[in-house]
């Protein structure tokens, strides 16, 4: 490519803030290319694409991405015989309460769960204490409590019916549901 196309080229990627690499095909080779695609996406100032560059987003557009898959997950997970909100699900929280803030019209519901060791009246306690400390986590961020309902399953709705310890971590939680 000779300065002169090149010149051209950069005047036209510039402008729109996205720079391709330049080829080292030489200008025979891109004209059979060019010739021989014919898929309408040459431009007229020699072949550049500019296509293939993400568009750069600002803090905010980066922080609301993160919420949204961080919103994919659901299930808050608690310690044996705790209705405590471990601080390793506070973005996830964070990103939850964030969006039940920003639409107030939108409602959910908080499941608790026991593992299935302890009493049934026992378990469903602990599945509504569990249940009302992210709701209470969800209050502190601002979210109404009209947005809000709670319901406890205590042990009768288990993710895992083995009876390890794996097993019975992964019933103890509360489930938020939109």
Known sequence: MDLNKLFKAMLVVLPIMALSACSSTSESETDATSSTSGSGSELATGGVETGGVAPILTPEEQQRLKYQELRKEHIIYFDFD???????????????????????????????????????EYNIALGERRAKAVAKYLQGMGVLPSQMSIVSYGEEKPLDMSRTDDSFAINRRAVLVY
């Open 82 to 120: 705790r209705s405590l909100v471990s601080a390793q699900f506070a973005e996830v929280l964070q990103a939850h309460g964030n969006y039940l803030v920003e639409h107030p019209n939108v409602r959910l519901m908080i499941e608790g769960h026991a593992d299935e060791r302890g009493t049934p």
